[in-house]
Structure formats: C-alpha cells, structure tokens
C-alpha cells in the first residue's frame, strides 16, 4: 500500500466543534447588539459631562447644559398608545417634559403617578408631558398601565425603540428605561436623567427651565 493510500482521508467539511464555535459567536455578537438597542430597564443610572459633550452632571443625576450649547431633540412624531398621532415639534414654544418607558419597567411604575401629579400642578404654565412608551408588544399594555396609574397626558408609541435611536450619541440622549428628558421652548434639551424621579426631583429638574424667558 502506497503512502498515499495510508494517509487520512481528509473531509472538505469544516468539523461540527468548529462550527458550533462559530455559531455561538455569531449569536453572542447578535445579543450584544440586541442588549445595546434594548437598554435594560433600570432603577438608576447617572452620566458624567466632560471633553466636548457640553453638559453636566449633577449629584442629584440629573444632566444640564447651557443654553447656548443645547441639541435640538430629532423628529419625535407617530402613532400614540390610544391611536392618536402626535409630533413633538407640535409642542414648540412650550417646555416639554418627555419621559421613556415601559409597562414591564419597576422603576417606571413607581414614577408614573409622580409624572402625573406634577403634570396637573404644571400644564397650565405653558408646559407638556409627552411619554415614549417602548418595548411594549402591544398597546393593551400600555394602556393598562396608564389606567392603572392614572397617567392622562400622551404617549407615543414605540414598540422598536426607533424613536431612541434618532438622539444624537454624545449628547442628552435616553440611554436607559427609564429616562427623562426636558426640551426648552425652542425645541432643545436642556436637561435629562437616567432614573426613576421623586416628585421632589421632578420639579427640581423641570424649575429651571420653566424659569427661562
């Protein structure tokens, strides 16, 4: 028998370890990029200023910038939970309060009826409170939650997270569920933060910039 009958047969198949390594790769890969658009939900959260991003932030975790140096917030319009429609940019010349969350969310639930009281304290002095409800499959749930919690101001809804995605990285974009975002009356924001608020902290982040003329 010739050496080269005595040789190994060698497959063209890559071998089924290998494979399933690879696979598994590539499913981690794909999660990670799942994990990074499905911000989990959290009960806190707090996020420096610093090089060139032009905000700062508090103790208190809530992030300012200065007037001059402010983002305008992106398109923001769709479908709300109850099947209306809504554009933020509606709302211009009015402060808005916009906060992200979801009805699976604890940390949202134990916010919304603090959202709620200061928002009947406040919409007669030129100020909205507009939801992004995300993550939701359907809007049953949102819904359900907003009866529950008597939350009477709108929501759009978001099931995707797509709406999120179309803040600028770098600037005061909501980076957890839930956040909290206040737009000044030109459209720009001007504050935000990554937690759950107190009704006390509400009115603290929002009182500034109801103040400015």
Known sequence: MSAASRAPLRSNRTSRPAVRVRRRAALGAGAAVVALLTTACSSGGTSGGGGDTGYVSGPDGIATVKKAERVAVPELSGPTVDGESLNVADYKGDVV??????????????????????YQDVKDQGVRFVGINTRDSTTDKALAFEEEF??????????????????????????AIPSTLVIDRDGEIAARTLQALSEEKLRKMLAPVLAEK
Not at 97 to 118: D, M, Q
Not at 151 to 173: A, Q
């Open 150 to 175: 008597g939350v009477s101001y709108p929501s759009l809804y978001d099931p995707t997270g797509k709406l999120m995605l179309r803040f600028e990285k770098g600037t005061l974009n909501p980076q």
């Open 97 to 118: 309060v916009l906060n992200i969350w979801g009805s699976w969310c604890p940390p949202c639930r134990a916010e919304a009826k603090n959202f709620e009281k200061v």
